[in-house]
């Protein structure tokens, strides 16, 4: 299954992919862990990306994309994949739709997480990062729940970054709801609830609960 996961910063679509991941074997490409990871190994790219991730801006298109298209290469697609983070602009999707056209991997859903914007605000600046495994939890952890490793706030979780990649979101990436309303491939999910019940939503409406 190839699906695109759409919402807002914050709106839980890294907790939801780690679940889809977790059940169904599916790679997660996010192209925000792949920039931090970039940031943090120093490469070319890092330098690049990092001053637009420190200010909540969006990394220019043209990076962003031949990053992608060079993950979707590797054979661990095959199967199907979760993107998450891309596409956030227009010019992303029509050359995300260039690129799967290419590979005649055509999508299958996108799947809208919603969460209201005063709901992620709260949510973002408490929330804390696993070192290690990238873990999304919150302030409260004080190590990884899940692998022990420490526990850190991204630099761009603090309020006023936080606000500024809303503004990007509104601008940039909503748009793209209509977009794959008009593809006839959205899925929207209340993400304002329980992880776990966002899940089932999210098996739900993408047929998964029955293809197990
Ligand atoms: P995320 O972890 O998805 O919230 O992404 C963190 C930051 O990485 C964003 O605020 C952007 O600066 C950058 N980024 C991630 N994905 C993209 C993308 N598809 N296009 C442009 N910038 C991106």
Request: one cysteine or more; a negative charge.
């Given at each position: 299954m190839n699906i695109v996961l759409l919402g807002a910063p914050g709106a839980g679509k890294g907790t939801q992919a780690a679940k889809l991941v977790e059940e169904y074997g599916l790679p997660h490409i996010s192209t925000g862990d792949m920039l931090r990871a970039a940031v943090k190994e120093g490469t070319p790219l890092g330098v690049k990306a990092k001053s637009f991730m420190d200010a909540g801006e969006l990394v220019p298109d043209d990076v962003i994309i031949g990053l992608v298209a060079e993950r979707l290469q590797?054979?661990?697609t095959d199967k199907g994949f979760i993107l998450d983070g891309f596409p956030r602009t227009s010019v992303q999707a029509v050359a995300l739709d260039g690129e799967l056209a290419r590979l005649e991997r055509p999508l299958d859903a996108a799947l809208l997480i919603d969460v209201d914007s005063e709901v992620i605000v709260g949510r973002l600046t408490s929330r804390r990062m696993c070192k290690q495994c990238s873990y999304i939890g919150s302030?409260?952890?004080?190590?990884?729940?899940?692998?022990g490793g420490e526990m850190y706030q991204r630099d761009d979780d603090n309020e006023a970054t936080v606000r500024n990649r809303l503004n990007v979101y509104g601008t940039s990436t909503a748009p793209l709801i209509d977009y794959y309303r008009g593809c006839d491939l959205l899925v929207s999910i209340?993400?304002?609830?329980d992880p776990a019940l966002v899940f089932a939503d999210v098996q739900a409406s993408l047929g998964l609960d029955r293809a197990k």
């Amino acid at each position: 299954m190839n699906i695109v996961l759409l919402g807002a910063p914050g709106a839980g679509k890294g907790t939801q992919a780690a679940k889809l991941v977790e059940e169904y074997g599916l790679p997660h490409i996010s192209t925000g862990d792949m920039l931090r990871a970039a940031v943090k190994e120093g490469t070319p790219l890092g330098v690049k990306a990092k001053s637009f991730m420190d200010a909540g801006e969006l990394v220019p298109d043209d990076v962003i994309i031949g990053l992608v298209a060079e993950r979707l290469q590797a054979p661990d697609t095959d199967k199907g994949f979760i993107l998450d983070g891309f596409p956030r602009t227009s010019v992303q999707a029509v050359a995300l739709d260039g690129e799967l056209a290419r590979l005649e991997r055509p999508l299958d859903a996108a799947l809208l997480i919603d969460v209201d914007s005063e709901v992620i605000v709260g949510r973002l600046t408490s929330r804390r990062m696993c070192k290690q495994c990238s873990y999304i939890g919150s302030v409260a952890d004080a190590v990884c729940p899940k692998c022990g490793g420490e526990m850190y706030q991204r630099d761009d979780d603090n309020e006023a970054t936080v606000r500024n990649r809303l503004n990007v979101y509104g601008t940039s990436t909503a748009p793209l709801i209509d977009y794959y309303r008009g593809c006839d491939l959205l899925v929207s999910i209340d993400g304002d609830r329980d992880p776990a019940l966002v899940f089932a939503d999210v098996q739900a409406s993408l047929g998964l609960d029955r293809a197990k």
